[in-house]
């Protein structure tokens, strides 16, 4: 038997205590050997008590309640993680595989625990692709499938989102779902505010979040009417009644040791037992959640492997506490950063902001992460270049660490601003967390990020002070500032400026200087911002924060205490706001209203299967990527990841039965680049390995070794690059509209003309499903291809092709049942990924799945089209356009793909709605450039091609001083006068009615004069209103030709498509 493989359904096959034991994901599954010998080894492991360097036991069984049943694991694998075990093992597929690194949201579970600090039951969401299942002892863990099913019965929360058209693809419902119900059940009936915010860890690709809130806010105690309105369609139900009732604490956990694959687990319950496992275990990582592997992209294992012991602290009693000693609130280094928000906002009597300090730690990570990261493991990581928010944000409350290191009797303490390297020793074990409980004080926390959560901030700042109220002096400072210097830290020269001084402009002019000489002489670059095309990065933008931060700083100070009156919108952060609710008008025909799509129930509950959700015991696959963007590949050394735990095989070009070709154009793009084959770009694919678990085929693959002659050399990574090289892609060098000559002789005649030029970037397509397949051996040497892609019938060609089955195409069935989001990258770009998936089923004669995870998908896939555009307009003093001549570069990447499509289909986006005076002509240059194959994208060339329409119009109202809506409407084509430049006639054509319409119906006048006169009265803050006209290219002639087959069953009269 293969635990693999044994359904839940087919556990009365085995006595209870057989089940019990079954070995987790990793040890005997998926097309692995038999894994039974756990069974009848238990009684031996069980009675063997083996003395540790801690003094514990070997105990070998975890004991979990998943979903309501206790379970039992012999021996667990330290290395697997929870989300591994579900979905591999106990095959509940509802949390999805998707980035590995808790960005998603998309394998989120609720972790039932007790609270020993607050003695209490505790619910939280967590990204079970981050949490050892071995950390999961004595907890109860809840899935999807466990809140509801259509055949059980869907719990409200399910009802709710799938009736509020909570879902497209549906990839990222369960973790919607999960996230609504942990809220649920931590708090009972939420709050508006709670419910918008609860979704800081939680990313829909294609749906957008306005259903999702809204239905999560139809539980709030202060829903707005319109949710309100909205909970009246679905039955009654309490949110109170979910809360997790106050149960008797369990009994005490005691100390065991999890030892598997070279990696020992060892969760000791004493501070001493931590201690002495330290002293002996010196190169042993230290860890409580676990989640800093989701910010190092090869790190799938704690410590990216390294690591051969493993200390856990969740259930150290000593160090998990909440305590109020000498007016400092002491937390236990077994504690999370969630408990220190919740630690603080609860003596709001006590510390004078504790709001402010609650809510910036509320901004690390995102609120999954945050229930489980250590506030310790934070700090620690810090010193070692982590751009931390913890630390800063702690630095401005005077905040004291304390420490041990081979006693636990000597415990030291210093001050967080001297928490570095040199000062506390690198075997430091952190015990204790102390803030001061002030009751004075203005603290607040700045940062600027790409995006508020889950984002490495480009610098943060806290700031506190005290000022005295009859002098308006400050009396106390602190300003601390993170990643600018090296590593955070106070600056004492700001201190100094603002101590014994009022809060004037020339205080913060002072401050700014004394902070820039304190720090200037240690900024520190940050590389990842620096690219080919911006080689400064965002250095002088970072450099120039601090001085905002403060800036805002003292416009509050100032406002608070009476110096000077500044408006309240131009004060502080932007705050998250609870969203409206849309009104969604169907204007269907009877019999096709406001009803939810027919799988929107098994889609909230997780019983709708994706390509990797495949139930089928199989091998895994984990591809090796080129590292550079040219070179010639001279070898490829297989030895070491072969010889690694669990490896079956390593998949190279040399074993491809067919033809060596994956792309549009035969021979192009090769499947594997063969010894001797030229690489094109940096993520192309090299080799395959196959092994028994997916985390197993992670690790050997960064074991494989590829010699590359001439790396990099002539790589061409930019347009411009391309241009002076010439560099073209064949089958689309040019793409050509109008009458050039006669555009000429317009310009030449017109009253004014403007030249400008542009650059378009690129986007990734960024499905919330990577690309995934799953390849199954038939017979007569058939496979069958279960792959996320939008052509199934191209993959089908292609890959028969590569299996060498010419002729025989009806032996290769590829299945979609749906995909996880497609955008277009899974027209194409899936074909790769399910050739190389198919060569090793067919080589090996076992199945193979294959799914990229993020960071393969971004290396690898290629983006929306980028555009370097240059263009030529004329126009009179009216803003009447006489004509225009554009020439654009399109970046097509390495290959063909549909370049040559996008290309003319961004060629006739770019005329739109506008007459251009009846003159226009286009010329687009295919460019060829080292770069991953560029691709179909939502859309496809219409949005560039908007952008550089848009362009023109703006630049041409900005050189005549007049608003871009009026350009617009005077250049606007009418019925009788849409006419393409390829002389097309657009018979339905409405867009200048439809424009009007919608500039009426927005109060487009009223709102543009509301905010001009806003913006005249606040210097700070700006608004802007904008309407765009715009026409979209809906048929593609080239893709038509498809069919469909109907089947009326004859018995009931249902259909099948």
């Not at 829909?204 to 707005?224: I, K, P």
């Not at 001279?634 to 491809?656: F, P, Q, R, Y």
Request: hydrophobic share 40%; with cysteine.
């Amino acid at each position: 038997l293969d635990s693999s493989v044994l359904s839940r359904r087919s556990r009365f096959l085995l006595s209870p205590r057989a089940w019990r034991c079954l070995p987790p994901f990793g040890q005997g599954t998926m097309g692995n050997s038999p894994c039974f010998q756990g069974v009848t080894q238990t009684p031996a492991l069980r009675d063997a008590e083996v003395p540790t360097a801690g003094g514990a036991t070997i105990d070998h069984v975890l004991t979990i309640t998943l979903n309501g049943e206790k379970l039992e694991i012999c021996r667990p694998d330290p290395r697997v993680s929870l989300l591994e075990y579900l979905r591999d093992t106990a095959l509940l597929t509802g949390a999805k595989r998707s980035c590995l690194q808790g960005g998603c949201g998309s394998c989120l579970v609720v972790v039932q625990r007790y609270d020993w600090a607050n003695h209490k039951w505790v619910a939280k969401s967590v990204n079970s692709c981050l949490k050892p299942l071995v950390s999961c002892d004595g907890m109860t863990i809840t899935t999807v499938e466990g809140v509801g099913t259509e055949r059980k019965g869907c719990h409200a929360i399910q009802e709710r989102i799938a009736g509020n058209h909570g879902m497209q693809c549906g990839f990222c419902t369960p973790g919607m779902v999960m996230n609504a119900y942990a809220l649920l059940k931590d708090n009972g009936k939420p709050t508006a505010q709670q419910c918008m915010e609860s979704f800081d860890g939680n990313i829909c690709r294609c749906t957008g979040y306005r259903n999702l809130v809204n239905a999560s806010e139809t539980f709030a105690t202060d829903a707005s009417p319109a949710c309100q309105e909205l909970a009246s369609k679905f039955p009654a139900f309490d949110a109170d009644s979910e809360k997790l009732p106050n149960m008797p604490p369990p009994s005490r956990l005691i100390s065991k040791v999890f030892s598997s694959g070279g990696v020992t687990w060892y969760a000791p319950t004493t501070l001493s037992e931590v201690v002495a496992l330290r002293t002996k275990l010196k190169r042993a990582a230290i860890i409580l959640g676990d989640t800093a592997k989701g910010i190092r992209q090869a790190a799938y294992e704690t410590f990216g492997g390294k690591a051969a012991d493993v200390i856990y602290l969740g259930n150290v009693d000593e160090l998990n506490f909440v305590d109020e000693k000498h007016g400092m609130l002491v937390l236990g280094s077994g504690m999370r950063i969630d408990d220190i928000c919740r630690a603080v906002r609860a003596r709001a009597d006590k510390l004078a902001y504790a709001e402010d300090l609650a809510v910036a730690l509320s901004w690390i990570a995102q609120r999954h992460i945050r229930s489980e990261a250590g506030w310790a493991g934070n700090l620690m990581i810090t010193r070692t270049g982590f751009p931390s928010d913890l630390h800063p944000a702690l630095l401005a409350t005077d905040a004291t660490i304390s420490y041990v290191t081979d006693d636990a009797a000597n415990e030291k303490e210093v001050a967080i601003a001297d928490f570095k390297q040199g000062v506390v020793p690198a075997n430091a074990l952190l015990t204790k967390l102390s803030i001061p409980l002030r009751n004075s004080g203005t603290y607040r926390y700045y940062r600027v990020a790409q995006r508020k959560w889950l984002a490495h901030a480009f610098v943060n700042a806290a700031f506190r002070v005290d000022v005295d109220p009859e002098t308006k002096t400050v009396t106390d400072a602190r300003i601390a500032v993170g990643v600018y210097a090296y590593g955070p830290k106070r600056s004492p020269g700001a201190e100094a400026a603002l101590v014994g001084h009022e809060l004037s402009s020339h205080t913060l002019q002072r401050t700014i200087t004394a902070l820039h000489k304190d720090f200037d002489d240690e900024f520190t670059s940050e590389p990842q911002y620096k690219t080919i095309d911006n080689p400064k990065g965002k250095d002088e933008y970072r450099k120039s924060l601090p001085d905002s931060f403060l800036f805002k700083f003292f416009q509050e100070l100032q406002a608070l205490h009476n110096i000077k009156e500044w408006k309240p919108t131009e004060l502080g952060m932007m705050k998250p706001l609870p969203l409206k609710r849309g009104t969604l008008k169907f204007e269907e025909l009877p019999g096709r209203e406001d009803k939810a799509q027919l799988s929107a129930k098994g889609l909230t509950s997780g019983k709708v299967r994706y390509t990797d959700d495949t139930q089928v015991p199989s091998l895994y696959g984990y591809l090796v990527l080129s590292t550079c963007a040219t070179g010639k590949v001279t070898k490829i050394d297989t030895s070491a990841a072969l010889n690694m735990e669990g490896v079956k095989d390593v998949i190279t070009a040399a074993d491809i039965p067919g033809a060596n070709s994956c792309g549009f154009v035969p021979g192009e793009e090769t499947l594997f680049v063969p010894v001797g084959g030229d690489i094109m770009c940096q993520g192309q694919q090299i080799a395959l390995v196959v092994a028994t678990t997916y985390r197993a085929a992670k690790k050997a693959a960064a074991a494989v070794k590829v010699d590359v002659e001439g790396a990099n050399i002539g790589a061409l990574l930019t347009i411009d690059d391309a241009i002076k090289a010439d560099s073209k892609l064949a089958g689309a060098a040019l793409t050509s509209i109008g009458n050039k000559e006669e555009v000429e002789a317009a310009l030449a005649r017109s009253d004014k003309v403007l030249e400008g030029s542009t650059y378009i970037i690129g986007q990734h397509g960024f499905p919330m499903e990577k690309q995934s397949v799953c390849a199954i051996p038939e017979e007569r040497n058939g496979i069958t291809l279960y792959s996320s892609t939008q052509a199934p019938d191209f993959c089908r060609a292609v890959v028969a092709g590569i299996l060498g089955l010419h002729g025989k195409g009806s032996l290769l069935a590829v299945k979609c049942t749906r995909a996880g989001g497609g955008f277009g990258p899974k027209n194409s770009r899936n074909v790769p990924v399910a050739g190389a998936a198919a060569v090793a089923a067919h080589k090996l004669d076992q199945a193979v799945k294959v799914a990229l995870e993020a960071t393969q998908e971004h290396v690898a896939i290629g983006h929306r089209h980028s555009f370097k555009v240059q263009y030529k307009v004329g126009y009179k003093s009216d803003g009447s356009i006489q004509a225009c001549k554009v020439e654009a570069w399109g970046n097509g990447g390495c290959t063909h793909d549909f370049s040559g499509f996008l290309f003319l289909e961004y060629a006739e986006a770019v005329p739109s709605v506008y007459g251009w005076g009846g003159n226009f002509c286009i010329d687009v240059h295919g460019m060829k450039l080292n770069l991953p194959t560029n691709t179909a994208v939502r859309s496809f060339g219409n949005p560039q091609g908007m952008f550089t329409t848009e362009t023109i119009i703006e630049d041409v109202a900005t050189a005549l001083g007049k608003p871009a809506e009026e350009i617009r409407e005077r250049n606007l084509l009418t019925k009788s006068t849409a006419i393409t430049p390829w002389k097309q006639n657009m018979d339905f054509f409405n867009a200048d009615m439809l424009y009007q319409k919608v500039k009426a119906d927005a109060r487009f006048a009223a709102r543009a004069a509301e905010i001009e006169a806003f913006n005249r009265e606040n210097r700070w803050r700006k608004r802007g209103i904008s309407a765009v006209p715009l026409c979209y290219g809906h048929c593609y002639v080239y893709a038509a030709g498809t069919g469909a087959l109907i089947n009326i069953h004859g018995s009931d009269g249902s259909v099948t498509v």
